[in-house]
T-cell receptor
Framework: GAVVSQHPSRVICKSGTSVKIECRSL??????MFWYRQFPKQSLMLMAT?????????EQGVEKDKFLINHASLTLSTLTVTSAHPEDSSFYIC?????????????????FGPGTRLTVL | AQSVAQPEDQVNVAEGNPLTVKCTYS??????LFWYVQYPNRGLQFLLK??????LVKGSYGFEAEFNKSQTSFHLKKPSALVSDSALYFC???????????????FGKGTKLSVIP
């Protein structure tokens, strides 16, 4: 249980293009999904928190118009990096918290996806 | 504000020896504490957590952690290290749920564990 997938796992794009990353909870419903960014040899930096059906809450310093987050269902959240530039190159990781009534899965725990490596040329 | 400190960037241990990865925290209220492991170019895998109850928590792959309230610590331990345990380990904390945003985890900077054959 508690499997979170991300697609794509790796993407290379040209500067100025937009890239969409999907995060899916495969075997549970996620009340809340989180998007993190990780630079090489560094910790995770929380970018935003999204709840199904409502607008995402962005952390200070994260441009909401550049990093568009949509959480359309209890199993899917998407992060779109708009007009990507080389400085947006990073490892993007999502996580999901279980909705109440998720069986053996804990509502207290975030379950992480495998990450998406974005390289902007 | 909540914070996590992992004082060691790297820990080296010989295979078969016990290992400890240190973590201290600061949070308002009773802490929710987590350990995650990350292998290269992968996401984080949940190892164990402390919410309440016994101070010694057992988790996946033979790992355990001890919650020490007076020292505000939550060190990760394993009695006998394996080469396959070599990875990056993150300690994380959050406060008890108190409204929007309180599910947010704050991570330490990570500790690279190298188990030497």
């Amino acid at each position: 249980g508690a499997v979170v997938s991300q697609h794509p796992s790796r993407v290379i794009c040209k500067s100025g293009t937009s890239v969409k990353i999907e995060c899916r909870s495969l075997d549970f419903q996620a009340t809340t999904m989180f998007w993190y960014r990780q630079f090489p040899k560094q910790s995770l930096m929380l970018m935003a928190t999204s709840n199904e059906g409502s607008k995402a809450t962005y952390e200070q310093g994260v441009e909401k118009d550049k990093f568009l987050i949509n959480h359309a269902s209890l199993t899917l959240s998407t992060l779109t990096v708009t007009s990507a530039h080389p400085e947006d190159s990073s490892f993007y990781i999502c996580s999901a918290s279980v909705a109440s009534g998720g069986g053996d899965l804990s509502t207290d725990t975030q379950y992480f996806g495998p990450g998406t490596r974005l390289t902007v040329l | 504000a909540q914070s996590v400190a992992q004082p060691e960037d790297q820990v080296n241990v010989a295979e078969g020896n016990p290992l400890t990865v240190k973590c201290t925290y600061s949070v308002s209220g009773n802490p929710y504490l987590f350990w995650y492991v990350q292998y290269p170019n992968r996401g984080l895998q949940f190892l164990l957590k402390y919410i309440t109850g016994d101070n010694l928590v057992k988790g996946s792959y033979g790992f355990e952690a001890e919650f020490n309230k007076s020292q505000t610590s939550f060190h990760l331990k394993k009695p006998s290290a394996l080469v396959s345990d070599s990875a990056l380990y993150f300690c994380a904390v959050r406060a008890p749920y108190s409204g929007a945003g309180s599910y947010q985890l704050t991570f330490g900077k990570g500790t690279k564990l190298s188990v030497i054959p």
